[in-house]
């Protein structure tokens, strides 16, 4: 059932963004998104970012132990990359919200709130999160200025 539901998420999603592939990706858009569209986006980013590693990790062995390698090559690699191990798309989802409710952060693109929000469910401070954050801000107003 769940991957019923992540493809069929994952198809609504691609199709609304196909059909509005001039938008911009930011928190304007997050915000205006309907919800089936933002869990798509959750589910999305967060297969592709298991799959990445998976793919990375795989050694084409299947035996216990070539999975045991694999799992841990696969924790090694989330850590390193601070990605977080165990969330729920609800969770991923909020923190997206949370993020994007303040105006500050609107122009912001998607991957780069998305990364603050991995950082968050790390466990990172919220003042490493807002020093993200304001660096970000910064980086949107000088190419909003050039």
Do not use: H
Request: net charge negative; hydrophobic share 35%.
């Amino acid at each position: 059932m769940r991957i019923i539901t992540v493809v069929c998420c994952t198809l609504l999603a691609s199709a609304l963004l196909c059909a509005q592939s001039d938008s911009v990706w930011d928190g304007s858009w997050w915000n205006s998104a309907p919800a089936a569209v933002r869990l798509g986006f959750v589910i999305g980013w967060s297969e592709a970012r298991y799959e990445t590693v998976a793919d990375m990790c795989d050694n084409g062995d299947t035996s216990r132990s070539g999975q045991a390698q694999f799992n841990a090559c696969v924790q090694k690699t989330y850590k390193a990359l601070s990605i977080p191990a165990n969330y729920t798309y609800g969770q991923f989802e909020d923190g997206m919200d949370r993020l994007y409710a303040d105006y500050r952060n609107r122009l912001i693109p998607l991957q780069f709130i998305a990364e603050e929000v991995e950082k968050q469910i790390n466990g990172e401070s919220d003042q490493q999160i807002e020093t993200g954050l304001e660096a970000y801000r910064k980086a949107v107003q000088q190419t909003q200025s050039q």
